[in-house]
């Protein structure tokens, strides 16, 4: 009774393609690159940043992703101007992100 049902398995080998990089360890410079929403640990692309005005030197705290103009307090000078996404430093404006 067990000789009139044989199946015959054949076993069938897949080789994985080896994957360039690492996607456990991805590298900064890609994660960077990638959306904020699909990175291995989700972070915003926006920051504050202290930007210098050329005129007075007095520093002032931006958003880095602006939607205003945003003039020093002190000499009234334009420090940036709006784009659709990350703003525009006026020309001798020095900056650095703020840390954490």
């Not at 044989?6 to 991805?26: A, Y």
């Not at 904020?36 to 880095?64: A, W």
Request: positive net charge; hydrophobic residues 35%.
């Amino acid at each position: 009774w067990a000789c009139e049902k044989m199946v015959i398995r054949t076993i069938v080998q897949f080789t994985m393609p080896l994957i360039e990089t690492d996607l456990l360890n991805p590298s900064a410079d890609l994660l960077k690159r990638q959306h904020k929403k699909k990175r291995l640990v989700q972070s915003p692309n926006s920051y504050f940043m202290d930007v210098k005005c050329p005129g007075c030197f007095n520093i002032t705290t931006i958003f880095s992703h602006a939607q205003t103009v945003v003039n020093c307090s002190a000499c009234t000078f334009v420090l940036c101007q709006p784009t659709g996404g990350v703003c525009r430093l006026t020309e001798g404006c020095s900056f650095r992100p703020k840390a954490e």
